[in-house]
Protein backbone atom coordinates (compact mmCIF):
# COMPACT_ATOMS: atom_id res chain seq x y z
CA UNK A 1 0.00 0.00 0.00
CA UNK A 2 1.69 3.31 -1.21
CA UNK A 3 1.82 6.17 1.48
CA UNK A 4 0.16 9.43 1.13
CA UNK A 5 3.43 11.26 0.26
CA UNK A 6 3.90 8.80 -2.47
CA UNK A 7 0.80 8.91 -4.10
CA UNK A 8 1.12 12.87 -3.60
CA UNK A 9 4.53 12.60 -5.70
CA UNK A 10 2.24 10.43 -8.32
CA UNK A 11 0.34 13.18 -8.46
CA UNK A 12 2.91 16.08 -9.05
CA UNK A 13 4.83 13.55 -11.54
CA UNK A 14 1.25 13.96 -13.59
CA UNK A 15 2.45 17.14 -14.52
CA UNK A 16 5.19 16.12 -16.51
CA UNK A 17 2.57 14.19 -18.68
CA UNK A 18 0.05 17.38 -18.92
CA UNK A 19 1.34 20.52 -17.25
CA UNK A 20 -1.18 22.59 -15.44
CA UNK A 21 -1.39 25.56 -17.51
CA UNK A 22 -1.68 23.59 -20.53
CA UNK A 23 -5.07 22.87 -19.70
CA UNK A 24 -6.17 26.31 -21.05
CA UNK A 25 -5.76 25.27 -24.31
CA UNK A 26 -8.26 25.27 -27.33
CA UNK A 27 -7.83 24.65 -30.41
CA UNK A 28 -10.55 22.27 -32.58
CA UNK A 29 -8.28 19.64 -34.34
CA UNK A 30 -8.45 19.42 -38.13
CA UNK A 31 -10.27 16.13 -37.99
CA UNK A 32 -13.27 17.50 -35.64
CA UNK A 33 -15.92 15.88 -36.10
CA UNK A 34 -18.95 17.74 -37.45
CA UNK A 35 -21.11 18.08 -34.69
CA UNK A 36 -24.37 17.79 -35.94
CA UNK A 37 -22.82 14.68 -37.45
CA UNK A 38 -22.00 13.78 -34.21
CA UNK A 39 -25.37 14.59 -32.74
CA UNK A 40 -26.94 12.49 -35.56
CA UNK A 41 -25.24 9.19 -35.13
CA UNK A 42 -26.87 9.38 -31.19
CA UNK A 43 -29.87 10.03 -33.17
CA UNK A 44 -29.89 6.25 -35.21
CA UNK A 45 -30.91 4.10 -32.05
CA UNK A 46 -33.48 6.87 -30.58
CA UNK A 47 -37.14 7.01 -30.57
CA UNK A 48 -37.85 9.08 -34.35
CA UNK A 49 -40.66 10.38 -33.42
CA UNK A 50 -38.84 12.41 -30.48
CA UNK A 51 -35.68 13.30 -32.28
CA UNK A 52 -37.06 16.34 -33.66
CA UNK A 53 -37.88 17.56 -30.02
CA UNK A 54 -34.29 16.80 -28.70
CA UNK A 55 -33.43 19.26 -31.65
CA UNK A 56 -36.05 21.47 -30.70
CA UNK A 57 -34.55 21.95 -26.85
CA UNK A 58 -31.32 21.83 -27.95
CA UNK A 59 -31.90 25.18 -30.33
CA UNK A 60 -33.33 27.18 -27.90
CA UNK A 61 -30.14 28.79 -26.44
CA UNK A 62 -26.55 27.96 -26.43
CA UNK A 63 -26.16 26.60 -22.98
CA UNK A 64 -29.95 23.73 -24.09
CA UNK A 65 -27.44 23.18 -26.73
CA UNK A 66 -24.63 22.60 -24.41
CA UNK A 67 -26.62 20.11 -22.30
CA UNK A 68 -27.37 18.34 -25.47
CA UNK A 69 -24.24 17.94 -26.55
CA UNK A 70 -21.98 15.61 -24.21
CA UNK A 71 -20.95 13.39 -26.47
CA UNK A 72 -19.81 16.56 -28.96
CA UNK A 73 -17.84 18.03 -26.19
CA UNK A 74 -16.68 13.84 -25.16
CA UNK A 75 -14.74 14.09 -28.64
CA UNK A 76 -13.29 16.82 -28.14
CA UNK A 77 -11.40 16.31 -24.42
CA UNK A 78 -10.78 13.14 -25.92
CA UNK A 79 -8.57 14.48 -28.83
CA UNK A 80 -6.56 16.31 -25.86
CA UNK A 81 -3.79 15.10 -23.43
CA UNK A 82 -4.91 14.09 -20.39
CA UNK A 83 -3.11 13.12 -16.86
CA UNK A 84 -4.26 9.71 -16.43
CA UNK A 85 -5.64 10.53 -12.95
CA UNK A 86 -8.97 8.35 -12.49
CA UNK A 87 -11.82 8.82 -11.08
CA UNK A 88 -15.55 8.10 -11.48
CA UNK A 89 -16.70 10.70 -13.64
CA UNK A 90 -20.37 12.31 -13.88
CA UNK A 91 -19.63 12.23 -17.82
CA UNK A 92 -21.67 14.93 -18.04
CA UNK A 93 -21.23 17.80 -15.54
CA UNK A 94 -22.88 20.88 -16.49
CA UNK A 95 -24.59 22.74 -13.78
CA UNK A 96 -27.82 21.77 -13.99
CA UNK A 97 -26.79 18.11 -13.74
CA UNK A 98 -26.16 18.93 -9.67
CA UNK A 99 -29.35 19.66 -7.67
CA UNK A 100 -30.72 18.49 -4.45
CA UNK A 101 -33.06 15.57 -3.84
CA UNK A 102 -33.70 13.39 -0.09
CA UNK A 103 -31.47 11.09 1.07
CA UNK A 104 -32.66 8.15 2.30
CA UNK A 105 -32.90 9.45 6.40
CA UNK A 106 -34.99 12.05 4.35
CA UNK A 107 -32.40 14.93 4.73
CA UNK A 108 -32.17 17.62 1.73
CA UNK A 109 -28.86 17.27 0.34
CA UNK A 110 -27.16 18.41 -3.10
CA UNK A 111 -24.82 16.91 -5.36
CA UNK A 112 -24.02 15.52 -8.70
CA UNK A 113 -27.49 13.77 -9.70
CA UNK A 114 -27.19 12.36 -13.41
CA UNK A 115 -25.34 9.77 -14.17
CA UNK A 116 -26.20 8.15 -17.93
CA UNK A 117 -22.79 9.03 -18.92
CA UNK A 118 -20.72 7.87 -15.94
CA UNK A 119 -17.69 6.22 -16.45
CA UNK A 120 -13.90 5.88 -15.32
CA UNK A 121 -11.64 8.96 -16.87
CA UNK A 122 -9.40 11.34 -15.68
CA UNK A 123 -10.51 13.69 -13.57
CA UNK A 124 -9.86 17.03 -15.54
CA UNK A 125 -13.01 16.47 -17.59
CA UNK A 126 -15.66 16.34 -15.48
CA UNK A 127 -14.47 20.01 -14.39
CA UNK A 128 -13.59 21.18 -17.62
CA UNK A 129 -16.94 20.57 -18.41
CA UNK A 130 -18.32 21.98 -15.76
CA UNK A 131 -16.04 25.16 -15.97
CA UNK A 132 -17.37 25.62 -19.74
CA UNK A 133 -21.09 25.02 -18.84
CA UNK A 134 -20.46 28.34 -16.05
CA UNK A 135 -18.83 29.92 -19.07
CA UNK A 136 -22.01 29.45 -21.06
CA UNK A 137 -24.34 30.13 -19.02
CA UNK A 138 -22.67 33.42 -17.70
CA UNK A 139 -22.05 34.67 -21.35
CA UNK A 140 -26.08 33.87 -22.13
CA UNK A 141 -26.58 35.87 -18.97
CA UNK A 142 -25.56 38.78 -20.22
CA UNK A 143 -22.27 38.90 -18.54
CA UNK A 144 -18.76 39.89 -19.80
CA UNK A 145 -16.28 37.59 -20.73
CA UNK A 146 -14.15 38.97 -17.86
CA UNK A 147 -16.86 38.10 -15.41
CA UNK A 148 -17.97 34.77 -17.17
CA UNK A 149 -14.20 33.94 -16.76
CA UNK A 150 -14.18 34.82 -13.41
CA UNK A 151 -17.30 32.67 -12.95
CA UNK A 152 -15.29 29.23 -14.21
CA UNK A 153 -12.41 30.36 -11.96
CA UNK A 154 -14.83 30.13 -9.05
CA UNK A 155 -16.14 27.01 -10.04
CA UNK A 156 -12.60 25.39 -10.09
CA UNK A 157 -10.76 27.23 -7.34
CA UNK A 158 -14.04 25.54 -5.22
CA UNK A 159 -12.51 22.25 -6.57
CA UNK A 160 -9.43 22.33 -5.85
CA UNK A 161 -9.46 23.74 -2.44
CA UNK A 162 -11.99 21.07 -1.64
CA UNK A 163 -9.94 17.83 -3.08
CA UNK A 164 -6.86 19.42 -1.34
CA UNK A 165 -9.34 19.81 2.12
CA UNK A 166 -10.40 16.52 1.48
CA UNK A 167 -6.81 15.03 0.46
CA UNK A 168 -5.97 15.47 4.55
CA UNK A 169 -8.97 13.54 5.71
CA UNK A 170 -9.34 9.95 6.62
CA UNK A 171 -11.07 7.27 4.46
CA UNK A 172 -14.74 7.47 6.68
CA UNK A 173 -14.94 11.43 6.87
CA UNK A 174 -14.26 11.74 3.06
CA UNK A 175 -16.73 8.60 2.83
CA UNK A 176 -19.35 10.60 4.98
CA UNK A 177 -18.94 13.84 3.57
CA UNK A 178 -22.25 15.24 2.57
CA UNK A 179 -23.57 18.77 1.12
CA UNK A 180 -26.83 19.19 3.22
CA UNK A 181 -30.05 22.01 2.33
CA UNK A 182 -28.71 23.65 5.50
CA UNK A 183 -25.42 24.18 4.60
CA UNK A 184 -26.55 26.18 1.25
CA UNK A 185 -27.95 29.15 2.69
CA UNK A 186 -24.48 29.96 4.40
CA UNK A 187 -23.18 29.57 1.14
CA UNK A 188 -24.91 32.49 -1.40
CA UNK A 189 -24.63 35.94 -0.82
CA UNK A 190 -27.60 37.23 1.70
CA UNK A 191 -28.73 38.95 -1.44
CA UNK A 192 -30.40 35.66 -2.79
CA UNK A 193 -31.01 33.37 0.14
CA UNK A 194 -34.43 34.36 -0.16
CA UNK A 195 -34.41 32.58 -3.39
CA UNK A 196 -32.99 29.98 -2.22
CA UNK A 197 -35.20 29.24 0.51
CA UNK A 198 -38.26 28.71 -1.95
CA UNK A 199 -35.97 26.74 -3.95
CA UNK A 200 -35.64 24.52 -1.03
CA UNK A 201 -39.25 24.68 -0.13
CA UNK A 202 -40.85 23.95 -3.66
CA UNK A 203 -37.80 20.96 -3.72
CA UNK A 204 -39.13 19.36 -0.34
CA UNK A 205 -43.09 19.60 -1.67
CA UNK A 206 -41.94 17.28 -4.87
CA UNK A 207 -42.96 13.92 -3.94
CA UNK A 208 -44.71 11.32 -5.40
CA UNK A 209 -47.92 12.50 -3.99
CA UNK A 210 -47.33 16.08 -5.55
CA UNK A 211 -46.87 14.28 -8.92
CA UNK A 212 -50.33 12.17 -8.30
CA UNK A 213 -52.39 15.55 -8.66
CA UNK A 214 -50.20 16.78 -11.53
CA UNK A 215 -50.01 13.17 -14.06
CA UNK A 216 -52.59 11.31 -12.86
CA UNK A 217 -56.71 11.37 -12.63
CA UNK A 218 -59.27 9.21 -11.72
CA UNK A 219 -62.10 7.49 -14.63
CA UNK A 220 -65.96 7.27 -13.99
CA UNK A 221 -65.21 4.02 -12.20
CA UNK A 222 -62.81 5.43 -9.57
CA UNK A 223 -60.14 3.85 -11.27
CA UNK A 224 -56.12 5.89 -10.87
CA UNK A 225 -54.15 6.33 -14.10
CA UNK A 226 -51.93 8.83 -15.85
CA UNK A 227 -53.14 11.48 -17.76
CA UNK A 228 -52.00 11.25 -21.42
CA UNK A 229 -50.33 14.66 -22.78
CA UNK A 230 -48.79 13.40 -26.15
CA UNK A 231 -45.62 13.59 -27.43
CA UNK A 232 -44.48 14.41 -23.85
CA UNK A 233 -46.24 12.59 -21.52
CA UNK A 234 -48.50 9.03 -23.30
CA UNK A 235 -49.86 6.06 -21.72
CA UNK A 236 -48.30 2.94 -23.42
CA UNK A 237 -49.19 -0.54 -24.57
CA UNK A 238 -45.71 -1.38 -24.47
CA UNK A 239 -45.95 -2.94 -20.77
CA UNK A 240 -48.54 -5.40 -21.04
CA UNK A 241 -49.01 -7.60 -17.54
CA UNK A 242 -46.96 -10.70 -18.88
CA UNK A 243 -44.01 -7.63 -20.10
CA UNK A 244 -44.12 -5.68 -17.15
CA UNK A 245 -44.28 -9.08 -14.61
CA UNK A 246 -41.01 -10.05 -16.09
CA UNK A 247 -39.13 -6.78 -16.41
CA UNK A 248 -40.29 -5.86 -12.34
CA UNK A 249 -39.13 -9.04 -11.58
CA UNK A 250 -35.49 -8.39 -13.09
CA UNK A 251 -35.68 -4.93 -11.55
CA UNK A 252 -36.24 -6.10 -8.33
CA UNK A 253 -33.93 -9.24 -7.82
CA UNK A 254 -31.49 -5.82 -8.00
CA UNK A 255 -32.39 -4.28 -4.87
CA UNK A 256 -31.16 -4.84 -1.67
CA UNK A 257 -33.49 -7.53 0.19
CA UNK A 258 -35.29 -5.23 2.45
CA UNK A 259 -35.97 -2.84 -0.29
CA UNK A 260 -37.80 -5.65 -1.99
CA UNK A 261 -39.60 -6.55 0.98
CA UNK A 262 -40.86 -2.24 0.43
CA UNK A 263 -41.34 -2.59 -3.30
CA UNK A 264 -43.54 -5.78 -2.70
CA UNK A 265 -46.05 -3.55 -0.53
CA UNK A 266 -46.71 -2.09 -3.34
CA UNK A 267 -49.35 -2.62 -6.52
CA UNK A 268 -48.82 -2.00 -10.42
CA UNK A 269 -52.20 1.02 -12.29
CA UNK A 270 -50.31 2.04 -14.77
CA UNK A 271 -47.54 3.31 -16.95
CA UNK A 272 -46.53 5.86 -19.42
CA UNK A 273 -44.12 7.22 -21.73
CA UNK A 274 -41.67 10.18 -20.77
CA UNK A 275 -39.55 13.01 -22.33
CA UNK A 276 -37.21 14.14 -20.11
CA UNK A 277 -34.43 16.67 -20.18
CA UNK A 278 -32.44 17.84 -23.52
CA UNK A 279 -29.75 15.45 -24.00
CA UNK A 280 -31.66 12.30 -23.37
CA UNK A 281 -34.75 12.92 -25.50
CA UNK A 282 -35.47 10.34 -27.68
CA UNK A 283 -34.29 7.75 -25.83
CA UNK A 284 -37.01 5.15 -23.85
CA UNK A 285 -38.16 6.64 -20.58
CA UNK A 286 -41.34 5.41 -18.60
CA UNK A 287 -42.84 6.20 -15.58
CA UNK A 288 -44.78 3.47 -13.67
CA UNK A 289 -47.62 4.39 -11.45
CA UNK A 290 -47.96 2.03 -8.32
CA UNK A 291 -49.99 2.36 -5.17
CA UNK A 292 -49.23 1.46 -2.12
CA UNK A 293 -51.69 1.51 1.52
CA UNK A 294 -54.10 3.75 -0.65
CA UNK A 295 -54.69 6.07 -3.02
CA UNK A 296 -52.77 8.37 -0.99
CA UNK A 297 -50.06 6.55 -0.87
CA UNK A 298 -48.26 6.56 -4.60
CA UNK A 299 -45.14 5.76 -5.88
CA UNK A 300 -43.80 7.17 -9.20
CA UNK A 301 -40.64 5.03 -10.77
CA UNK A 302 -38.96 6.33 -13.90
CA UNK A 303 -37.99 3.71 -16.03
CA UNK A 304 -35.05 5.20 -18.19
CA UNK A 305 -33.02 3.48 -20.85
CA UNK A 306 -29.40 3.64 -20.56
CA UNK A 307 -26.71 3.23 -23.53
CA UNK A 308 -23.29 3.27 -23.43
CA UNK A 309 -21.25 6.32 -22.29
CA UNK A 310 -20.48 9.13 -24.63
CA UNK A 311 -17.25 8.70 -23.19
CA UNK A 312 -16.56 4.76 -23.34
CA UNK A 313 -15.72 5.32 -26.88
CA UNK A 314 -11.90 7.28 -25.85
CA UNK A 315 -11.08 5.45 -22.50
CA UNK A 316 -10.84 1.57 -21.36
CA UNK A 317 -14.40 -0.46 -21.73
CA UNK A 318 -16.75 -0.55 -18.66
CA UNK A 319 -16.44 -2.97 -16.10
CA UNK A 320 -20.43 -3.76 -16.40
CA UNK A 321 -21.34 -5.50 -19.70
CA UNK A 322 -25.19 -3.97 -18.27
CA UNK A 323 -26.08 -0.50 -18.81
CA UNK A 324 -28.31 -0.01 -16.52
CA UNK A 325 -25.63 -1.74 -14.07
CA UNK A 326 -23.45 0.80 -14.94
CA UNK A 327 -25.49 4.01 -14.32
CA UNK A 328 -26.54 2.74 -11.12
CA UNK A 329 -23.24 1.76 -9.71
CA UNK A 330 -21.72 4.95 -10.92
CA UNK A 331 -24.43 6.63 -8.68
CA UNK A 332 -23.69 4.43 -5.66
CA UNK A 333 -19.97 4.95 -5.86
CA UNK A 334 -20.10 9.19 -6.50
CA UNK A 335 -23.29 10.35 -4.58
CA UNK A 336 -23.09 10.72 -0.75
CA UNK A 337 -26.48 9.08 -0.22
CA UNK A 338 -29.16 7.57 -3.23
CA UNK A 339 -32.26 6.99 -4.20
CA UNK A 340 -33.42 3.65 -1.94
CA UNK A 341 -35.31 2.39 -5.05
CA UNK A 342 -32.49 2.86 -7.66
CA UNK A 343 -31.73 -0.40 -9.80
CA UNK A 344 -31.51 -1.97 -12.99
CA UNK A 345 -32.95 -3.91 -15.82
CA UNK A 346 -32.83 -5.59 -19.03
CA UNK A 347 -36.39 -4.73 -21.13
CA UNK A 348 -37.59 -5.79 -24.68
CA UNK A 349 -35.48 -5.91 -27.17
CA UNK A 350 -33.01 -6.12 -24.65
CA UNK A 351 -32.50 -2.90 -24.16
CA UNK A 352 -30.85 -1.86 -20.86
CA UNK A 353 -32.72 0.27 -18.34
CA UNK A 354 -32.42 1.61 -14.67
CA UNK A 355 -34.61 2.72 -12.35
CA UNK A 356 -35.36 5.44 -10.01
CA UNK A 357 -37.99 7.68 -7.95
CA UNK A 358 -39.43 10.35 -10.47
CA UNK A 359 -39.83 12.82 -7.57
CA UNK A 360 -38.06 12.44 -4.45
CA UNK A 361 -37.38 16.03 -3.40
CA UNK A 362 -35.71 16.54 -6.07
CA UNK A 363 -34.57 20.69 -6.97
CA UNK A 364 -32.41 22.46 -9.50
CA UNK A 365 -31.38 25.76 -10.47
CA UNK A 366 -32.52 28.39 -12.53
CA UNK A 367 -29.39 28.98 -14.33
CA UNK A 368 -30.86 31.05 -16.91
CA UNK A 369 -31.82 33.67 -14.52
CA UNK A 370 -29.16 33.88 -12.03
CA UNK A 371 -27.76 37.36 -11.17
CA UNK A 372 -23.44 37.09 -11.58
CA UNK A 373 -23.22 37.14 -8.13
CA UNK A 374 -25.88 34.10 -7.69
CA UNK A 375 -24.14 32.43 -10.82
CA UNK A 376 -21.02 32.35 -8.96
CA UNK A 377 -22.44 31.22 -5.57
CA UNK A 378 -23.71 28.35 -7.44
CA UNK A 379 -20.74 27.69 -9.54
CA UNK A 380 -18.36 27.53 -6.67
CA UNK A 381 -21.12 24.53 -4.79
CA UNK A 382 -21.10 22.66 -8.11
CA UNK A 383 -16.96 22.72 -7.92
CA UNK A 384 -17.13 21.88 -3.89
CA UNK A 385 -19.72 18.95 -5.15
CA UNK A 386 -17.76 17.52 -7.95
CA UNK A 387 -14.34 17.40 -5.74
CA UNK A 388 -16.07 15.41 -3.32
CA UNK A 389 -17.36 13.19 -5.85
CA UNK A 390 -14.37 12.41 -7.08
CA UNK A 391 -12.27 12.02 -3.80
CA UNK A 392 -14.91 9.65 -3.03
CA UNK A 393 -13.91 7.45 -6.42
CA UNK A 394 -10.35 8.46 -7.05
CA UNK A 395 -7.07 9.10 -5.36
CA UNK A 396 -7.61 12.21 -4.09
CA UNK A 397 -4.00 13.10 -2.45
CA UNK A 398 -2.66 12.13 -6.25
CA UNK A 399 -5.22 14.61 -7.61
CA UNK A 400 -4.59 16.83 -4.59
CA UNK A 401 -0.84 16.98 -5.52
CA UNK A 402 -1.63 17.64 -8.68
CA UNK A 403 -3.23 20.99 -8.55
CA UNK A 404 -0.85 22.09 -6.14
CA UNK A 405 -1.38 24.86 -3.70
CA UNK A 406 -1.73 27.49 -6.44
CA UNK A 407 -3.98 28.63 -8.66
CA UNK A 408 -2.21 27.67 -11.99
CA UNK A 409 -4.72 25.09 -12.99
CA UNK A 410 -7.44 27.50 -11.80
CA UNK A 411 -6.60 29.78 -14.43
CA UNK A 412 -5.80 27.34 -17.20
CA UNK A 413 -9.35 25.35 -16.77
CA UNK A 414 -11.15 28.98 -16.64
CA UNK A 415 -9.16 29.96 -20.00
CA UNK A 416 -10.35 26.88 -21.44
CA UNK A 417 -13.87 27.40 -20.39
CA UNK A 418 -14.01 30.57 -22.22
CA UNK A 419 -12.44 29.56 -25.40
CA UNK A 420 -15.02 26.49 -25.53
CA UNK A 421 -17.90 28.71 -24.92
CA UNK A 422 -17.18 30.79 -28.06
CA UNK A 423 -16.99 26.78 -29.75
CA UNK A 424 -19.89 25.75 -28.10
CA UNK A 425 -21.74 29.17 -30.09
CA UNK A 426 -20.30 28.16 -32.83
CA UNK A 427 -22.01 24.68 -32.55
CA UNK A 428 -24.92 26.06 -31.42
CA UNK A 429 -24.72 28.17 -34.60
CA UNK A 430 -24.31 25.38 -37.16
CA UNK A 431 -27.24 23.53 -35.66
CA UNK A 432 -29.53 26.09 -36.03
CA UNK A 433 -28.02 26.51 -39.78
CA UNK A 434 -28.76 22.85 -40.63
CA UNK A 435 -32.59 23.38 -38.65
CA UNK A 436 -32.92 25.65 -41.09
CA UNK A 437 -31.28 24.20 -44.20
CA UNK A 438 -33.81 21.01 -43.44
CA UNK A 439 -31.25 18.84 -43.45
CA UNK A 440 -32.72 18.12 -39.38
CA UNK A 441 -35.82 18.16 -38.54
CA UNK A 442 -36.68 20.59 -34.88
CA UNK A 443 -40.02 20.28 -33.09
CA UNK A 444 -40.64 22.80 -30.71
CA UNK A 445 -38.71 22.86 -27.42
CA UNK A 446 -41.68 22.10 -25.45
Not at 93 to 109: D, I, K, M, Q, T
Not at 363 to 382: F, H, I, K, N, Q
Amino acid sequence: MTTPSERAARGKAARKRVSRSSHGRWIPSSQRPDPVDVLERQAVDRLPDLVPLRYGRMAVSPFAFLRGAAAVMAADLAAQRHTGLTVQLCGDAHLLNFGVYASPERALLFDVNDFDETHPGPFEWDVKRLAASVAVAALQNGSTKAKAHRAALVAVESYRSTVRRLAGLGELAVWYERISADDLIALVHRDDRARLLNRLSRARRRTSLQALGKLTETDASGARHIVDDPPLLERTTDLDRVTFGKIFSDYRSSLAEERRVLLDRYRYLDAARKVVGVGSVGTRCFVLLLEGRDDGDPLILQIKEAGPSVLEPYLAPSAYSHQGRRVVCGQRLTQAASDIFLGWMTGPEQRHFYWRQLRDMKGSAEVETMTPTLLRDYARLCGRALARAHARSGDRIAIAGYLGGSDVFDRAVADFALAYARQNADDYAALGAAIAAGTVAAAPGA
